[in-house]
């Protein structure tokens, strides 16, 4: 089955700079990739996704980019604000349903 | 997008209980996922939910255990049976809404067994 790691576990940074957020996953038939931004006690919502047939993604502030040869991709978070202290999982999938999530990150915003 | 109403919110249950967790979508859908987030880790998928057919459930995880009803379209049910405090954990459910990608996720279980 798939397996997908992510690094790194928890990330601090200063309001204002940029964070990023690396995963890896094994099954070459994975085709599409989606990040979730999960707060303490809330649900996990999507926040951007990406396809495998596009090399990179971007809205406002976030930004999603693909690696298929390399089986890795990554989020990538500019001017960042506090709001945006969450943890992180990136998934992976071959079906549209099933879908194989990360270890999570831990990303804390400083003021 | 789709809506999931999930209940109970939370519940804290003695241990060699059972409890059973709801999830009711507002539209129809194929397959309903359930997830298990132990705290401060990551989701793990228990099983996939069809309807009219038995939930098809991952590595490490059993039927007898969990236990999984899906009567219809709308609606599923996972069972945490005989339970321990290893089985403290938030249970999710999911669907992936027609036409759209990715996830929804209900709000979660908090299950705390003492």
């Known amino acids: 089955g798939e397996n997908v790691e992510q690094h790194p576990s928890t990330l601090s940074v200063q309001e204002g700079d940029s964070a990023v957020i690396k995963c890896t996953y094994s099954?070459?038939?994975?085709?599409?990739f989606p990040w979730y931004k999960q707060e303490l006690g809330k649900r996990p919502q999507l926040i951007i996704d990406?396809?495998?047939?596009?090399g990179e993604k971007k809205d406002q502030r976030i930004a999603v980019t693909l690696n298929k040869t390399a089986k890795h991709f990554s989020l990538h978070i500019t001017e960042t604000q506090p709001e945006d202290s969450a943890v992180y999982f990136c998934a992976a999938s071959n079906t549209g349903n099933q879908f194989y999530f990360g270890t999570g990150t831990s990303l804390t915003v400083i003021p | 997008s789709a809506v999931i109403s999930q209940k109970p919110s939370r519940d804290i249950c003695q241990r060699g209980t059972s409890l059973t967790i709801q999830c009711q979508v507002d539209s129809q859908v194929t397959m309903m996922f359930w997830y298990r987030q132990q705290p401060g880790q990551s989701l793990t998928l228990i099983a996939t939910?069809?309807?009219?057919?038995?939930?098809?459930?991952e590595s490490g995880f059993v039927i007898d255990k969990f236990p999984i009803s899906r009567p219809n379209l709308t609606f599923s049910t996972l069972t945490v049976s005989n339970m321990s405090p290893e089985d403290s954990s938030i249970y999710l459910c999911?669907?992936?809404?027609?036409?759209?990608?990715?996830?929804?996720f209900g709000s979660g279980t908090r299950l705390t067994v003492v």
């Open positions: 939910a069809n309807q009219g057919s038995e939930a098809t459930y």
């Open positions: 999911s669907v992936s809404p027609p036409g759209r990608d990715g996830y929804t």
């Open positions: 099954d070459s038939a994975s085709n599409y």
């Open positions: 990406i396809r495998s047939n596009v």
